[in-house]
């Protein structure tokens, strides 16, 4: 399994993911990136947004928040703050939380203190959508 | 007699009944304190990871265009102080308390204002007279994640951002064993310095950055405000449960105590009033006896 890569997911309550897999896919600042073993060492902030792998040729979806990612040449670590399955998005959820943020967003000016949170709550809700939809 | 024994018994029900909450008490604080090491020991690789990350980017970048860093002197600061909700935890509020006071006290004599963000009723209330309390946290303590630390960093950070304020430090009690807390001050802005000058591993210097830097750093040190608070919240849950299993055992012994004096009390009554009744009915018979 010489080629093979560690990987080890972070976030603030536990230990989310520690194992070898074949690759990952970051959604870095710069956008995304995959990753395999033999990797430039690399240290890169994560963005909300998709993280995928592959594991004995599947592959599984997750949705994870802010953080950031070091990646030696063995080894990711990614250090998130938070890390949802796939497969536990509730759509009809999301997608209520999307319309509210848009009707909230409509006719809201941009210098409002609040317009950046609806905004960033609108993102949210929509990268879950199309983490689900990946299922 | 008779009125002081009945007297005596009731006391020792309302000590018994006492004794019962104060254990019941313990306990729960007990089984709450354990659900809070556990997250505190999970915290830990993230915090330390970070922590890692953190000084050896700060370290790398001598940065003087991050705002979170930038270091001024116009004499307004804001303290963060963590307490908990409720009380019935010995000394664990009042030290922070008195902490945060004696700070404010010493800042004021060279000259600054100092502003609070208030985690926790008790500190709340003890300093709503007397200080000003930019922000609030209450009842939030019963059962929080991380979110709860990036609201209370958004809250700080933007007014410092804009310059209202120059320095933000956190005063909460630090988990040291369960009979023991102390009440810490740390520094959290301007951040830069943090860097304990230890060496900077070499390995470090091959890294790719991306993005650059600096816009790394500025990413990571928002995040790394969020640990250090969010470390805070939880060591205070920690020791507000661990303060409270103590001084709820020591309640529980003294009550044992009260009720053993009581019982003790109740006997030597109950004892001196069947002496005086055969006092009495010997008393009668040997009247009688010498009359006849």
């Known amino acids: 399994m010489a080629d093979d890569l560690m990987l080890e997911i972070v976030t603030p309550d536990r230990l989310a993911f520690s194992d070898v897999v074949e690759e990952v896919t970051l959604s870095g600042s710069e956008g995304e990136f995959g990753v395999l073993v033999g990797h430039v060492p690399l240290l890169s902030s994560i963005k909300i947004g998709e993280l995928n792998y592959t594991k004995d040729n599947k592959k599984a979806y997750y949705l994870v928040g802010e953080g950031y990612a070091e990646i030696t040449n063995l080894k990711a670590t990614v250090l998130v703050e938070s890390i949802e399955e796939a497969g536990s998005i509730i759509v009809e959820e999301a997608k209520r939380a999307k319309e509210s943020a848009e009707a909230r967003l409509v006719g809201m000016d941009k210098d409002d203190p609040d317009y950046e949170k609806v905004k960033k709550s609108l993102d949210m809700a929509e990268t879950r959508l199309k983490v689900a939809e990946k299922m | ?292």
């Open chain 2, 1 to 292: 007699m008779g009125a002081s024994l009945k007297e005596i018994k009731r006391q020792s029900v309302a000590v018994d009944k006492t004794r019962q909450i104060t254990r019941a008490m313990n306990m729960v604080a007990a089984s709450k304190l354990k659900a809070a090491q556990v997250k505190m020991e999970n915290f830990r690789p993230y915090a330390g990871k970070l922590m890692e990350v953190f000084s050896s980017l700060s370290g790398r970048v001598v940065s003087t265009t991050n705002p979170l860093l930038a270091v001024r002197d116009s004499g307004r600061i804001k303290v963060i102080m963590m307490t908990s909700d409720r009380g019935l935890c010995g000394g664990f509020n009042t030290n922070v308390i008195k902490a945060v006071e004696k700070f404010a006290r010493a800042k004021k004599a060279e000259g600054k204002e100092v502003s609070l963000i208030a985690v926790g009723k008790k500190g709340r209330d003890s300093f709503r007279k007397k200080e000003t309390i930019s922000g609030q946290y209450i009842e939030e303590l019963s059962r929080f994640d991380i979110s709860l630390a990036t609201r209370i960093a958004e809250e700080a950070i933007s007014p410092f951002v804009a310059g209202e304020y120059d320095e933000l430090y956190l005063c909460y009690n630090e988990f040291r064993s369960v009979a023991s807390q102390k009440p810490v001050m740390v520094r959290l802005l301007p951040a830069a310095s943090l860097g304990t000058g230890e060496e900077e591993p070499e390995a470090a210097a091959d890294y790719v950055y991306e993005p650059s830097e600096e816009e790394l750093l500025a990413h990571i040190v928002p995040m790394y405000l969020r640990v250090l608070i969010y470390k805070g919240l939880l060591e205070t849950s920690a020791g507000e449960h661990g303060a409270r299993m103590v001084s709820m055992d020591n309640a529980t012994s003294n009550c044992e105590e009260m009720i053993q004096s009581l019982t003790q009390k109740f006997n030597s009554a109950r004892q001196a009033a069947i002496t005086a009744e055969l006092m009495d009915i010997v008393g009668g018979t040997e009247a009688l006896s010498a009359k006849g």
